[in-house]
Structure formats: structure tokens, C-alpha cells
Nanobody, 119 residues
Framework: QEQLVESGGGLVQPGGSLRLSCTVSRSTFSVNTMGWYRQAPGKQRELVASIANDGTTFYEDSVKGRFAICRDNAKNTAYLQMSSLKPDDTAVYYC?????????????WGQGTQVTVSS
């Protein structure tokens, strides 16, 4: 069974930066699109940013220009660099990876990492 391991969350002041990482391990599947989602208390989980294995990226409007997603395919790892953080960015951040082998695919999720933006 594959495992997605996230790290990099924490407490940061408004205007600060954090970098999240997500590594897919113990997988015999190919790693396709990787994405970061977040869920704030009382709100639905939302897609923040994603990156395909050809490097194509997507960003939710509120994070454009502040967040950057990239990946290291050799390490099956995706990173989310978050800058100019705002209190509204406070949430649990989850990594998701689409894994495939042949025509079979499934999505796998990480356990989540807390990001708190507060003075």
C-alpha cells in the first residue's frame, strides 16, 4: 500500500512563508497529477494547486502569485511554496496523488498538515 507523507506545516505570522512537501512512497504505481488541497474549519475541502507530471500547473485564484507548486519526479515528491501568507490561508493542507498502472488508477491522500497564519 502506498503512503503519502506530508511535512512542512506550522505556525507563521502574516506575510511569512512556509514550504510543504509531499512524498509518495512504497508505490508500484506511476505518479500522475499531484495536488494540494486545504480545509478550513466549517468549510469544504478545496483545491489549492496541482501539477501534472509534464509540469502543467493549476492555481486557485486566491493563491495566484503567492503560492508555487513544483515537483521532483525522481523522488515522487511535490512541493508547495507559500509566500505572503494571510490568516485566510489557515487550514489543514492535504496532498493528493493520482496513481496509475495501465488503465487502472486511483487517488491517494496524505494525512494532512496544519498551517496556521496568525500574529
Amino acid at each position: 500500500q502506498e503512503q503519502l507523507v506530508e511535512s512542512g506545516g506550522g505556525l507563521v505570522q502574516p506575510g511569512g512563508s512556509l514550504r510543504l512537501s509531499c512524498t509518495v512512497s512504497r508505490s508500484t504505481f506511476s505518479v500522475n497529477t499531484m495536488g494540494w488541497y486545504r480545509q478550513a474549519p466549517g468549510k469544504q475541502r478545496e483545491l489549492v494547486a496541482s501539477i501534472a507530471n509534464d509540469g502543467t500547473t493549476f492555481y486557485e485564484d486566491s493563491v495566484k502569485g503567492r503560492f508555487a507548486i513544483c515537483r521532483d519526479n525522481a523522488k515522487n515528491t511535490a512541493y508547495l511554496q507559500m509566500s505572503s501568507l494571510k490568516p485566510d490561508d489557515t487550514a489543514v493542507y492535504y496532498c493528493k496523488a493520482r496513481l496509475s498502472i495501465g488503465i487502472n488508477w486511483h487517488d491517494s491522500w496524505g494525512q494532512g498538515t496544519q498551517v496556521t497564519v496568525s500574529s
